[in-house]
């Protein structure tokens, strides 16, 4: 996925000791992003996390916030992917991915900032975390059990 930083200018760094932090609204979903039906007409998805920050924050710092409350998500190789969600001047609400980053891994999305991805005052920050499966094994059917002797034929489910 290409980065959103290359396309945004160089901002200065935030004062974090003279600049108050705004609010943002971060919605965690399970292995994908929320659908957008999610957050029409003022409505909101349920997994909602406050989170007071600057807009020189990284994803990444981001995601340490995210691993705090959710602690399922410290698995190593989870996922968490990026996306921004804003209203048009209808009041329908788009989605615009801006990045991954990883628990185990860097990556070049790490560093990217809030202000980067351009993210205004309102906007929403939707997360999709996927945990990886530890044990592909567990989750497999069993197999069947033979009958009829040598041949191999299987027993009937009747």
């Known amino acids: 996925m290409t980065s959103v930083a290359t396309a945004a200018p160089a901002v200065a760094p935030v004062d974090r000791e ?3 932090p705004l609010l943002l609204r971060v919605f965690v979903n399970e292995g994908q992003h929320n659908l957008p039906d999610a957050y029409h007409r003022g409505r909101v998805p349920g997994s909602e996390l406050q989170i007071y920050t600057w ?3 990284t994803l990444k710092e981001l995601t340490n916030l995210i691993k705090d ?3 399922t998500a410290n698995a190593k190789g989870t996922m968490f992917n990026f996306a921004l969600t804003f209203p048009d001047k209808r009041g329908v609400f788009h989605f615009k991915e801006v990045g991954t980053t ?3 891994h860097s990556g070049p999305d790490d560093k990217l900032t809030l202000s980067a991805c ?3 005052i309102g906007d929403y920050l939707d997360v999709a975390v996927r945990v990886p499966n530890e044990d592909r ?3 497999r059917m069993p197999p069947m059990r033979r009958s009829g002797g040598e041949r191999g034929f299987r027993s009937r489910p009747y």
């Open 102 to 104: 990883s628990v185990a």
């Open 137 to 139: 094994r567990d989750r």
């Open 69 to 71: 409350v959710y602690t």
């Open 118 to 120: 351009r993210l205004a």
């Open 55 to 57: 807009k020189d924050a």
């Open 18 to 20: 003279k600049t108050c």
